[in-house]
């Protein structure tokens, strides 16, 4: 109780916090020490039930500012998950833009090979080191249309979840864990 009366008092009342800060031992009842030693300059000191209608309007910004920050958690853990990738055709491929765009970069090389008559095939390795054969347009769109596709399922799963924060109580939040597999494609 004393650490929400001492926070309520650093949100509205600056500089009688900075006083309590310099000065307060914290064995005695903060109230009753407020009382008998501030002096409320240049505030009027405020009595305890200013400072109870205070914590109602303290405890909704802790829990809006607890409802952004799991908001954050599964943005990160979307952005996460994204770069990590999926599984395609048994090989993990991460899904982030610069790799999106390296399978789109040959799709498109793939597409204008054929345009011309011309063979494809481009091998590579991915980071956890399968190694991929693309041979032809068909089997780069394939790839790309998965990796694309997996994307747009955990932006879909951020959005879900996100939605659902907000009208979650504190309890909720505590209990919410943005990393929990359940949650995600």
Known sequence: MQHKVIKVMQRYWPESYRH???????IEPLQDWLDENVVWKPE????????????ADYD???LTA???AVATDVRDEAEKRIHAGTLIDGVQFKCDDQSINRVHGMLTTAKEAEAASLPFSQTFMTETGGTVTI????EASDIFSAASGFVGMVLSASAE????VSPMTAAELDAFDASDPVHWP
């Open 20 to 26: 309590v800060l310099a000065v307060y031992d914290g």
């Open 44 to 55: 009027t000191p405020p009595t305890a039930l200013e400072i109870q209608a205070k914590e």
């Open 60 to 62: 909704a910004a802790l």
């Open 66 to 68: 607890r409802k952004k």
């Open 135 to 138: 041979n032809g347009a068909a």
């Open 161 to 164: 979840l996100q939605g659902q």
